[in-house]
C-alpha cells in the first residue's frame, strides 16, 4: 500500500504542477494499476491474472482519464479544479484486438464494446471482437470464474 500511494502522489503532484512532458503521471498510474492488481491476485485472491489492457490505456491515457484515475484514489478534493477543466476531453479506451485498424488502437471509450462474459477486455467494434476471440479466450473463463461479483454483470 505503501507504494500505490507514493505512486498516487506523484502522479497527482504532476496533474496539480501542470507537468507537461511526455509522461504526464502515465507512469504512475501503470504502476499504481499493477500494484493495485498484484494485490488483487496474490494477496486478496480476487483477480485471477493482471489485466495488461488497463494498464496499456493508462500509458496511452487523455488528461480527463487520467485526472479521474488519481481523483479516485484520493482522500481530499486537490483534483476537482483539474476535473471540471478536463471533463469535457473525450475518454479513450484501448481496443483490445492486436490488430484493430484505429491509430494506436485507441477509440472513444463510451462507443467501446466490452466482452459479457469477463467484462475486462473492450472493443472498439463487433468485427475486432470476433477477430480477437481466438485470443481472448483462454483468458476469458480464468477471469470471469475469479470476477468479484460486482464485476461480473455491468
Known amino acids: 500500500q505503501l507504494v500505490i500511494s507514493y505512486f498516487v502522489c506523484n502522479g497527482t503532484k504532476k496533474i496539480l504542477d501542470g507537468d507537461s512532458d511526455s509522461d504526464r503521471g502515465c507512469y504512475d ?32 491515457s487523455d488528461k480527463h482519464t487520467l485526472v479521474s484515475f488519481f481523483r479516485k484514489r484520493i482522500p481530499c478534493k486537490c483534483l476537482d479544479e483539474s476535473y ?31 466482452c459479457t462474459q469477463c467484462c475486462v477486455a473492450n472493443y472498439c467494434s463487433r468485427e475486432c471482437q470476433k477477430a480477437a476471440w481466438p485470443l481472448h479466450k483462454q483468458y476469458c473463463l480464468i477471469d470471469r470464474l475469479t470476477a468479484p461479483k460486482s464485476r461480473q454483470k455491468r
Open 84 to 114: 471540471k477543466e478536463v471533463k469535457s476531453i473525450t475518454k479513450m479506451g484501448l481496443c483490445d484486438n492486436p490488430s484493430c485498424s484505429l491509430p494506436d488502437r485507441m477509440g472513444e471509450r463510451s462507443k467501446m464494446l466490452y
Open 29 to 60: 498510474a501503470m504502476f499504481v494499476s499493477f500494484f493495485e492488481q498484484w494485490i488483487a491476485i496474490a494477496i486478496q485472491k480476487t483477480q485471477a491474472s493482471c489485466h495488461w489492457s488497463q494498464m496499456a490505456v493508462l500509458f496511452k
